[in-house]
């Protein structure tokens, strides 16, 4: 079982687990209880509520931080920050968590032409703008954290900041975002390992001159050497407070969540006693038992192909969408993700959808500027008045026709009127119909973890 989770607050923030800590956990649902509720919210309360701090000034100041060229054509050798990188994590100071907790503004009940990139076409708030904030918000709250005794004041950082996973973001019921009212992102560092940081931001908007939470996202981001090509080491986390001390251990158990999503996925196990059930039974619906054949695949009522709920896209990476290593920025992948998502669950429904929930946002390699980016949504799942997409983004090879997967997007909606059922035609489709109800069953609650069991005979582990 899991052991020495309350260790003392004062010293570096390490977890022991026991030899069975990972099936206890896996069985048992432990890190949903440790992520859910308050122990996922920030540990420090707003301190800079008068604070002016735009978003476009952190984009500017993490520039500054980083050295980043000022043109796409302008080449800079950042090779000499490579002597800066420390050899052990003993040669860093710890930090805390308030050393990278920080705030900014999207200003958008001041500044009219910003308020026009964030407005959607029906008067709401573009999601898609929200993660690019998001991402880079969350890159400058991981350049706070570090601190390296061998930098000097006056050189760029020798770390490179990039997007591994986006865990999980839950938008409220009955929280709608406003276009003309301010919105605040508070964030820090809540988990650090070797080369990995976890961080929690906050999203609130001003109401009445109350600032009323929206949103909260947790990022997992991994530190890089200045060329990009090797992991880094980072600063230790510390805590200080028993608040914090939760804060990390949720940060720990939502680590060895991933891997066990790595080690239950339908791409390395068979599917669970009552998931090969419900796939038997769906197929069985589309039989014809009167002439004993398995293939007329008649269509049950008030359903839908799943092979008919596609919506495609292509993107040329052109530089004015580079980040500042000379990469596609994630956060722009994000917004054009949830975009065609989003278009993808209105043409299927034939309804206004609303964001519920992201998750499991996978960036698996970078995409280089000049790349022809493809991007696939569809929908995997649905369930009354949900919908689950998910979208791919590969990078096409026009010579050759050959497309490599770089990232993988999941997104649940809601719409008011109950839509179609989704039924896969073949086995490749009915694993994509089961991975899309795992994933719902996961961010609804209706499961604790991912392909947790619906009953006992269906244990994979």
């Known amino acids: 079982m899991m052991s020495s989770l309350l260790l003392p607050f004062t010293k570096p923030c390490v977890l022991r687990v026991g030899p069975q800590g990972m099936r206890i956990a896996t069985m048992q649902g432990h890190w949903r209880n440790l992520t859910s509720g308050m122990l996922r919210q920030l540990h420090v309360p707003p301190q800079d509520v008068t604070s002016t701090k735009t978003i476009k000034d952190v984009i500017a100041d993490l520039a500054n931080k980083v050295g980043a060229t000022k043109s796409f054509s302008q080449v800079e050798d950042r090779s000499f920050l490579l002597e800066l990188l420390p050899a052990s994590q003993d040669e860093l100071p710890l930090r805390t968590m308030t050393d990278s907790w920080d705030s900014a503004l999207i200003p958008l009940g001041s500044n009219e032409r910003l308020r026009e990139k964030y407005v959607t076409f029906m008067g709401g708030v573009r999601i898609g703008r929200l993660l690019e904030d998001l991402d880079v918000f969350a890159v400058w709250l991981c350049y706070k954290h570090l601190k390296n005794p061998r930098q000097r004041e006056d050189m760029p950082s020798p770390y490179s900041i990039v997007t591994a996973l986006v865990d999980r973001i839950d938008f409220n019921q009955g929280s709608i975002l406003r276009p003309d009212k301010d919105i605040r992102l508070s964030g820090h560092v809540s988990w650090a390992g070797r080369s990995s940081l976890e961080v929690i931001i906050t999203v609130e908007q001003n109401i009445d001159g109350l600032w009323n939470q929206v949103t909260r996202a ?179 090879d026009p010579t050759t026709g050959s497309i490599n997967l770089t990232n993988i997007f999941h997104f649940t909606y809601e719409v008011n009127q109950p839509v179609p059922f989704v039924l896969p035609k073949t086995y490749h489709e009915a694993m994509l119909f089961l991975d899309g109800r795992r994933h719902y069953q996961l961010v609804r609650g209706l499961h604790k973890f991912y392909g947790q069991a619906d009953k006992a005979s269906d244990t994979l582990v």
């Open 218 to 396: 947790v990022f997992v981001m991994v530190a890089r050497d200045p060329l990009n090509q090797g992991s880094a080491l980072v600063n230790k986390l510390t805590c200080e407070t028993p608040q914090e001390q939760k804060l990390y251990q949720a940060g720990e158990i939502n680590k060895l969540h991933r891997k066990h999503i790595q080690e239950v996925s339908l791409f390395k196990v068979p599917p669970n006693e009552t998931e090969k059930t419900l796939v038997h039974e769906l197929f069985m619906s589309m039989a014809n038992s009167k002439e004993l054949s398995f293939s007329s695949k008649k269509k049950p009522e008030n359903s839908i192909w799943l092979e008919e709920t596609k919506l495609k896209n292509l993107i040329i990476c052109h530089p004015e969408f580079r980040n500042v290593y000379n990469k596609i920025f994630g956060g722009y992948l994000m917004r054009k993700a949830f975009e065609l998502s989003w278009a993808n669950a209105f043409t299927f429904s034939k309804q206004r959808p609303r964001a519920l929930h992201v998750d499991d946002i996978m960036f698996r390699r970078p995409v280089e500027i000049g790349s022809l980016l493809y991007l696939n949504s569809q929908v995997v799942y649905t369930e009354g008045h949900h919908i689950q997409i998910s979208t791919k983004a590969s990078v096409m």
